[in-house]
């Protein structure tokens, strides 16, 4: 007869990837006037956070979300 070990449970725990404007720029195809544009009016682009004092960063994968938000709806519109 074998005995199985108890299992244990995995937390998950996500990942954050902290990018520079250049690099939501380079994600975005937007310019970093552009960008800090959207931070200061949009309420759906993600915001950016201070990982220390005078260094700015964002979540790329909130980065990515914001663009699949998106093109969902524009894929949304043409289906109405």
């Not at 937007?30 to 201070?50: C, L, M």
């Amino acid at each position: 007869m074998t005995t199985s070990k108890p299992k244990t449970s995995k937390r998950k725990t996500s990942t954050i990837r902290a990018v520079r404007l250049d690099r939501v720029c380079e994600i975005t195809g937007a310019s970093r006037t552009t960008i800090w544009r959207w931070v200061k009016s949009s309420k759906s682009f993600p915001q950016p956070f201070n990982l220390s004092q005078g260094v700015r960063v964002w979540d790329e994968v909130e980065i990515f979300q914001w663009i699949a938000a998106k093109k969902q709806l524009r894929e949304g519109n043409h289906h109405a």
